[in-house]
């Protein structure tokens, strides 16, 4: 059984700092390639960050969050996170924490095998 429990979100002000985490079991982590991706209220989903713990630790992300954001990995604890700087309220958002064998920059559902549940990030103004 595959399990992708986010936690860390919360409400912050402008300017200010969350570090989400990701913990996953049920698969082969170092072999999966894991995403953040958000939703915010009425909006679809926006792809944020990837990275792959086994190809060198490769990481990606999306021009809105590129110097803010830094996505990392803990291949000993199978977990992933997401430490988010300078957040701004349009960062508001349900974070979600995704898992797929390959790579995609896809913002569909069926784009990643598996999701968490999502953490709630608010920022106010």
């Known amino acids: 059984q595959v399990y992708l429990v986010e936690s860390g979100g919360g409400l912050v002000q402008a300017g200010g700092s969350l570090k989400l985490s990701c913990a996953a079991s049920g698969f082969t982590f170092s072999n999966y390639w894991m995403y953040w991706v958000r939703q915010a209220p009425g909006k679809g989903l926006e792809w944020v960050s990837a990275?792959?713990?086994?190809?060198?630790?490769?990481?990606y992300y999306a021009n809105s969050v590129k110097g803010r954001f830094t996505i990392s990995g803990d291949n000993a604890k199978n977990t992933v996170y997401l430490q988010m700087n300078s957040l701004k309220p349009e960062d508001t958002a349900v974070y979600y924490c995704a898992a797929d064998r390959y790579y995609s920059g896809l913002t569909t559902r069926t784009s990643y095998a598996y999701w968490g549940q999502g953490t709630q990030v608010t920022v106010s103004s």
């Open positions: 990275i792959n713990i086994g190809a060198l630790s490769s990481t």
